[in-house]
């Protein structure tokens, strides 16, 4: 075989006159123009059989200059690339023979620069008309995200573990899961769309204008924070899709084996700093792309799109009234609806009250159940309280349910409304499930805690949010959640401040029971105010609706 072909060109510097003061000579030094500037380039594969090269597509660059600090290549394919040392590797991947214009500028100090252009000719033998076929539908075609489906978006590791590298196996996003706050619903907002200019594939994002950043590259939208955030972000312009052979480490019968360039930083939806995404899989209805974090190439994002717009089941109307108690009826509570659980013990957060079944701690009067917390001395507790159930005389699976409730005071106080998985007995906690609909603290009044409870999300870790209201303590306050098979969502007086995508398989497709109570101190009451002596939760009504 020949020796491989060089072709070399040599380019005129063109020197741009700087007028400048001393003070601009100061800042920059010698403000000198990069000379001699000359590329060489190989075509990989190239002999007197395949003056073109070996069909791979690849050609090294070498420029070199005098007074150069670095180099940019700019390619008439709608890509560019930056290198310190003159140096490139590209691959051009256009099927067939091409002859792209390449443009070489050597930067020098102060932003003088030199340039030179030349014509390069080049054979690629790698295409996918498949994919184009799927991507664009032979013309063109919309893709969103796949909402509905678990792992729509997800993390694992890049690495040589082959049983862990071709899908999240650190994180796997739940049906629907960004929809329930703004911080994360803009991603579902995405439409993604292929199409055919010719035999060259385009791309255009469409998110209006705001995208969803991965935390560590909030800056580059102009924010900051610990967590992913929806941004104001123009990600608009059409691109230039290129593909090429998928080089990731990834065992080639769990990939497709192309990889998708989109030009000009394009990206799809999820900002990770990364332009290229390797096709997992892709049908003419749905497509997986796995994609190297920018910055971190520890980490690999996987994304599944539908052709389908990502529409959220609605929760069911809720509007058939299936319990109330509006506490009418002054004396005990109504023991059709209401028992006790009596004792002490910590009830697995180290409170410290003794729930007792009396009427001083649990009664109706002027039209309100009132459970009062006191500071008495009772079967060596110093605190008494009391703690209602609908066990075994109202249990249920969906539903509306709402308390109107006004809340007591005082450091250690922990009211509490919520429901518990019916099958805690022998599903133990926090298997059979927990639905927090409002949780209060006395240290810290006005925050309104809704929570959800399961297996891999418990106690410290739970899944939850909380809100700050006024005069949670002096004025009545709608605590809601709505509970149907595909979520779990928060409110107070009707605004939305958590949401759970539910799944098949979690606790929350069975029954519950209503809880209502007051414990003192614990985990989460914290410190009791050594002043304390009693407080009152009022609860003007419990209502559930299905």
């Not at 380019?11 to 006159?17: G, H, Q, T, Y």
């Not at 004792?343 to 159940?369: F, H, K, P, R």
């Not at 614990?522 to 050594?530: R, S």
Request: aromatic content about 14%.
């Amino acid at each position: 075989m020949k020796k491989l072909i060089q072709k070399t060109a040599y380019a005129l510097a063109f020197i741009f006159a700087f007028a400048g003061c001393q003070d601009d000579e100061h800042n920059f030094g010698n403000v000198n123009a990069p000379g001699n500037l000359q590329v060489a380039t190989e075509i990989v594969g190239q002999d007197a059989d395949n003056p073109n090269g070996d069909g791979s597509g690849f050609v090294n660059f070498t420029a070199t200059a005098t007074d150069a600090i670095s180099y940019k290549y700019i390619f008439s394919d709608d890509t560019n690339a930056i290198s310190g040392s003159g140096e490139l590797s590209k691959r051009f991947t256009q099927p067939g023979l091409h002859t792209y214009t390449v443009t070489v500028l050597a930067n020098g100090t102060g932003g003088v620069s030199t340039s030179t252009s030349f014509e390069i000719t080049v054979q690629s033998n790698f295409k996918d008309d498949e994919a184009v076929q799927f991507l664009t539908g032979g013309s063109s075609k919309k893709w969103y995200w796949a909402a509905s489906e678990l792992g729509h978006l997800g993390v694992g590791p890049n690495s040589d573990n082959a049983a862990q590298n071709y899908f999240g196996f650190y994180y796997q996003a739940q049906p629907f899961e960004k929809a329930g706050s703004p911080d994360s619903s803009c991603l579902y907002d995405n439409e993604l769309t292929f199409s055919l200019d010719g035999t060259t594939l385009k791309y255009q994002l469409d998110n209006g204008g705001r995208t969803f950043f991965n935390t560590a590259f909030l800056s580059v939208g102009g924010g900051s924070g610990s967590s992913d955030l929806c941004l104001n972000y123009d990600a608009s312009g059409v691109k230039t899709v290129t593909l090429s052979p998928s080089e990731s480490i990834v065992p080639a019968n769990l990939k497709r084996g192309t990889a998708m360039t989109f030009s000009d930083g394009g990206f799809m939806g999820y900002y990770i700093q990364q332009s290229t995404y390797e096709i997992m899989s892709i049908t003419e209805n749905r497509m997986v792309v796995r994609a190297v974090m920018g910055g971190n190439e520890a980490l690999a994002w996987y994304h599944t799109f539908s052709t389908q717009p990502p529409t959220q089941p609605s929760d069911d109307t809720f509007d058939n009234l299936v319990f109330e108690d509006n506490f009418d009826v002054a004396g005990a509570p109504d023991p059709t609806k209401w028992s006790y659980n009596i004792g002490a013990g910590g009830w697995g957060n180290n409170e410290v009250q003794y729930y007792t079944n009396s009427t001083d701690n649990a009664i109706v009067a002027d039209g309100m159940l009132k459970i009062t917390a006191k500071r008495q001395n009772l079967s060596g507790s110093e605190f008494t309280s009391a703690r209602l159930v609908s066990e075994n005389k109202f249990e249920f699976t969906y539903g509306k349910i709402e308390f109107r409730a006004k809340l007591p005071t005082g450091g250690g106080t922990w009211p509490a409304l919520w429901a518990l998985g019916q099958n805690y007995a022998t599903n133990t906690w926090p298997a059979c499930g927990e639905i927090d609909v409002m949780e209060h603290k006395g240290n810290n009044p006005n925050v309104i805690y809704g929570t959800l409870h399961y297996p891999g999300a418990s106690g410290g870790t739970a899944n939850g949010n909380n809100t700050t209201i006024t005069n949670a303590t002096t004025d009545f306050h709608i605590y809601s959640a709505v509970w149907s098979s595909t979520s779990i969502k928060f409110y107070v007086d009707g605004n939305l401040y958590h949401s759970y995508a539910n799944v098949a398989g979690s606790p929350f497709n069975a029954d519950f029971f209503l809880i209502m109570n007051v414990a003192m101190g614990g985990n989460f009451g914290g410190t009791i105010d050594p002043a304390f002596t009693q407080s009152t939760m009022e609860v003007d009504y419990v209502r559930v609706y299905q």
